[in-house]
């Protein structure tokens, strides 16, 4: 698949958020590959995205870092690690980090009422109320069809671009996620706050 960066080097290299658009082809391609690795049994399949995880490759396609785990865990996977519900609470939060990215504080996400309501049912705390993989697929697809954005593949081969050619030119120390418990956690203060 060639050279990866990780969504947190694309963020640190453009030194800000992604835009709606991004994040709806982000979400779409996401999708679509985490639908795949799901269709080859549960228990391939981590449960935890971050932005340090996500790995989009300069072909266009994504990758996931992967978890360790044993040969066989199908029969003590969990249901809602079948049905994606982790995953999908992972993805939902890495993607409004990505939205929130050096923002100030006092500024609030600039969001459609449709992505940012997509976001906060992946971000449901109960279980039962957050969007399965199924629906986030369905609802990007319509979405990115509606809107006539480029297919997911371009847009990650352009955020790929983009972290090589400011390495180049700015060269420096790629982003470490050693605050990102500080930052889960302030990003969930702020969807509570929304709703």
């Not at 709806?24 to 590959?33: K, P, Q, R, V």
């Not at 994606?84 to 990215?101: K, N």
């Not at 400011?166 to 969930?188: E, R, Y």
């Amino acid at each position: 698949m060639g050279t990866f960066v990780t969504l947190a080097e694309v963020l640190e290299a453009r030194g800000s958020p992604l835009e709606e658009d991004e994040v709806w082809c982000l979400l779409l391609g996401t999708a679509e590959a985490l639908m795949e690795i799901s269709h080859k049994g549960p228990g391939n399949m981590c449960s935890v995205l971050s932005p340090g995880s996500m790995l989009l490759s300069a072909t266009g396609n994504l990758a996931f870092k992967s978890c360790p785990r044993s040969e066989d865990l199908g029969s003590f996977t969990a249901p809602e690690v079948q049905e994606g519900h982790m995953i999908v609470y992972s993805l939902g939060m890495t993607l409004f980090w990505s939205v929130d990215y050096q923002l100030p504080q006092n500024q609030p996400i600039q969001l459609s009422d449709n992505l940012n309501n997509l976001l906060l049912s992946m971000c449901e705390d109960t279980v039962q109320r957050r969007a399965d993989l199924v629906t986030v697929l369905e609802t990007c697809e319509q979405h990115i069809k509606a809107a006539q954005l480029p297919p997911p593949e371009k847009l990650i081969r352009q955020l790929v671009q983009d972290v090589f050619r400011d390495s180049v030119s700015h060269p420096h120390s790629l982003f470490g996620l050693g605050n990102a418990p500080v930052v889960s956690i302030a990003i969930t203060v702020t969807l509570h706050s929304m709703c």
